[in-house]
């Protein structure tokens, strides 16, 4: 049987490209024949809407279908999962309501691995290759669930002069979490939204690779106004457009995950 190999994406500076990651690897993924699970932690519902219309993503936050239900209600995720139009892809649509899962959470008997429990159905199935979770831009209870849930986090990083403020304080948390999970690994860190034209994301990716004991990943992403376009029409920019920068490099940036990602 399959092993499923479970991955979160978390930063807590916002527009670090959590999301933009998170469903493009998610999306070359499932373009190889791998068997992918998006999860979509966050409730700005980004991850859902790089999959379907606005109006799909909010009658599916409406619904009683999507990932806060299943969560308060400490089920088995499996009966939460629906199909995105691409083969092998499937995804577990949010909820604004996630705005309230830390206080719904709080009270609840081992409260960092609800998530993880809720899981446990769905990894030992077999039924998927891979499990991707995309992250809230915080570092509180509920990401400290995905990272309990989780083998592996990459950290996308904003080339962008405040894109490391705060990078060694998360990653004191993740050393915190580690503690609790010994088993979770930090894959490593992608450096995202690259600006090849100001030349400045040569400084983060230098300063990054002299952190001690962290990956960074060969390839670099960079700005490329196609990622938007493809978001504008609810799809990864690796379906989008095949033949564009971004695209190839989230190709590569894919390739280099499932290398380092053991199964
Ligand atoms: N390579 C890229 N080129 C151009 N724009 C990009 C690229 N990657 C991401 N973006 C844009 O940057 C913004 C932030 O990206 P994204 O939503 O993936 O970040 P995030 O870390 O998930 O944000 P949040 O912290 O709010 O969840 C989005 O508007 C997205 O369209
Ligand atoms: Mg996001």
């Known amino acids: 049987?399959?092993?499923?190999?479970?991955?979160?994406?978390?930063n807590n500076k916002g527009g670090s490209g959590k999301s933009t990651t998170c469903s493009n690897i998610g999306a070359a993924m499932a373009?190889?024949?791998l068997k992918v699970l998006l999860i979509d932690g966050d409730m700005q519902l980004n991850l859902s809407l790089s999959f379907f219309s606005e109006?799909?993503?909010?009658?599916?936050?409406?619904?009683?279908?999507?990932?806060?239900?299943?969560?308060?209600?400490?089920?088995?995720?499996?009966?939460?999962?629906?199909?995105?139009?691409?083969?092998?892809?499937?995804?577990?649509p949010s909820s604004t309501l996630m705005s309230s899962i830390e206080?719904?959470?709080f009270t609840k008997w081992q409260r960092e691995f609800i998530l993880r429990k809720c899981l446990q159905d769905l990894k030992s199935s077999g039924e998927y290759d891979y499990i991707l979770i995309d992250a809230p831009p915080t570092l509180g209870g509920w990401v400290i669930n995905i990272l309990c849930a989780s083998d592996y986090v990459i950290v996308p990083v904003e080339a962008s002069p405040w894109g490391m403020f705060g990078l060694a304080n998360m990653f004191d948390f993740l050393n915190d979490?580690?503690?609790m999970v010994p088993e979770l690994s930090v894959l490593g860190i992608v450096v995202t939204k690259a600006d090849?034209?100001?030349?400045?994301?040569k400084q983060t990716v230098d300063t990054l690779r002299e952190m001690e004991g962290i990956h960074l990943f060969?390839?670099?992403?960079?700005?490329?106004?196609?990622?938007?376009?493809?978001?504008?029409?609810?799809?990864?920019?690796?379906?989008?457009?095949?033949?564009s920068r971004s695209a190839k490099e989230y190709t590569a940036l894919t390739e280099e995950v499932i290398r380092n990602a053991s199964r």
């Not at 090849?196 to 994301?201: E, L, M, V």
Request: net charge negative.
């Open 196 to 201: 090849a034209r100001k030349g400045y994301y």
């Open 218 to 243: 060969e390839s670099i992403i960079r700005v490329d106004s196609a990622v938007e376009w493809a978001q504008d029409s609810s799809a990864p920019v690796v379906e989008f457009k095949k033949s």
């Open 103 to 105: 206080y719904e959470l």
């Open 177 to 179: 979490v580690q503690g």
């Open 1 to 10: 049987m399959k092993k499923t190999v479970t991955i979160c994406f978390t």
């Open 55 to 92: 109006e799909e993503v909010l009658a599916m936050a409406q619904s009683e279908k999507n990932l806060y239900y299943g969560v308060t209600r400490q089920q088995d995720l499996t009966d939460y999962v629906v199909h995105t139009r691409y083969e092998n892809l499937d995804l577990i």
């Open 31 to 33: 373009r190889k024949g």
